[in-house]
């Protein structure tokens, strides 16, 4: 199994609108080969931002780099960069391979 995080730092006082932007789009997701599971979670609000990530959980680390090559891909980030005065700087990616 593989997990695929982004890190995102959102400007204070933007907490919600950036909760109703993932609500909201559509992630194309649900038939793509080896998705299992996707979260959004909240963290720490530090002086400057709220952290947030994006957890998505993959059967392997071959399905999770297939879905970035594909077509759906593309359409769920479709659009992405409209929000960016929500963000402080760009997400940071994480992926894992499942051990245990």
Do not use: C, Q
């Not at 959102?10 to 907490?15: A, F, K, M």
Request: neutral net charge; without cysteine.
């Amino acid at each position: 199994m593989y997990i695929a995080m982004n890190r995102f730092k959102i400007v204070l006082g933007r907490e919600n609108e950036f909760e109703i932007i993932w609500k909201n789009r559509e992630t194309h997701l649900d038939d793509v080969v080896g998705f299992k599971k996707f979260h959004l979670a909240k963290g720490n609000t530090e002086e400057t931002h709220t952290l947030y990530i994006s957890h998505s959980t993959w059967g392997s680390k071959t399905d999770f780099i297939n879905w970035t090559k594909s077509p759906a891909f593309r359409l769920a980030h479709k659009g992405a960069g409209g929000h960016s005065d929500v963000y402080i700087g760009h997400p940071v990616f994480e992926g894992f391979e499942v051990v245990i």
